[in-house]
Nanobody, 127 residues
Framework: QVQLVEFGGGLVQAGGSLRLSCRASGRTFSSYVGGSYVGWFRQAPGKEREFVAAITWSGGRIYYADSVKGRFTISRDTAKNTVYLQMNSLKPEDTAVYYC????????????????WGQGTQVTVSS
């Protein structure tokens, strides 16, 4: 029904930037996510998956984890069924596998509320 594919991860030095993209397949994607959240989460080795950012698909309301405010920007292109995460001023502690997720009725920061997940993309920030 809904498939999410992420790309854009890689290796970057501290202070650098990366842009992650997550494209959703399905001609009826908007019907699934219209009244819900789409978000980004990350998970470092040995750590729990943590919330990064979320956006409401229909209204564009945005939420960020405190750790990324001012550095990361989430956005979406509804015509392309794509959500982006622009990551600037990257720090070594940002190193993790990043996942996009969709169709959460909330709470948006709770990973268990999302119905669909991407495969994950590795982001490594070297010091």
């Amino acid at each position: 029904q809904v498939q999410l594919v992420e790309f854009g991860g890689g290796l970057v030095q501290a202070g650098g930037s990366l842009r992650l993209s997550c494209r959703a397949s399905g001609r009826t994607f908007s019907s699934y996510v219209g009244g819900s959240y789409v978000g980004w989460f990350r998970q470092a080795p040995g750590k729990e998956r943590e919330f990064v950012a979320a956006i409401t698909w229909s209204g564009g309301r945005i939420y960020y984890a405190d750790s990324v405010k001012g550095r990361f920007t989430i956005s979406r292109d509804t015509a392309k069924n794509t959500v982006y995460l622009q990551m600037n001023s990257l720090k070594p502690e940002d190193t993790a596998v990043y996942y996009c997720a969709a169709v959460s009725p909330g709470p948006f920061s709770d990973s268990k509320t999302y119905d669909y997940w991407g495969q994950g993309t590795q982001v490594t920030v070297s010091s």
